[in-house]
């Protein structure tokens, strides 16, 4: 394995379904994998860094680290506008930010999670759940969020 900024790899793989394993065993106990996402951090190069009590090691990722497992549309009583919710394979949940959204390779759905420093790809059963509100206007997609329309762009190949 190569060396990035001379940080030694973790011997650490996360699939594109977002499931750990080190030395290509799975890791099955939660709370180690939740340890690893308190302790992550994205370098400038983009690439997965566990940063624990001053030891850092790179992660090598499929895809992203974290995947969207489930949307839902929220109408709160007193909003005018109703907000998408995701709910991340690190078990947390947090509000959509629309604008994030691209598609990439095999019309897969990404977006920013944690305020916008990583990156999630939807699951399967997510992207269909936000697919029940994506509105399409001339060949262009698009989500509607607080009064505005979010396009949906394509990531680069």
Aim: glycine letters at 8%.
């Amino acid at each position: 394995m190569v060396r990035d900024e001379g940080i030694p790899p973790c011997m650490i793989y996360i699939d594109k379904d977002g499931r750990w394993y080190y030395e290509g065993a799975e890791i099955i106990r939660r709370e180690i994998v939740l340890h690893f996402y308190r302790h992550m951090e994205l370098n400038s190069r983009g690439r997965i860094i566990i940063n624990w009590k001053g030891q850092r090691c790179y992660v090598d990722v499929e895809d992203t680290p974290f995947v969207v497992q489930r949307t839902a549309r929220v109408v709160e009583e007193g909003w005018r506008q109703p907000r998408y919710v995701i709910y991340l394979n690190d078990g947390t949940m947090e509000e959509l930010a629309p604008e994030s959204l691209r598609v990439g390779k095999d019309n897969v759905l990404y977006c920013r999670v944690k305020k916008g420093r990583f990156p999630a790809r939807f699951s399967r059963p997510a992207y269909y759940q936000i697919c029940e509100f994506i509105e399409e206007q001339e060949g262009a997609f698009f989500l509607p969020f607080k009064g505005k329309k979010h396009e949906i762009r394509i990531k680069d190949a």
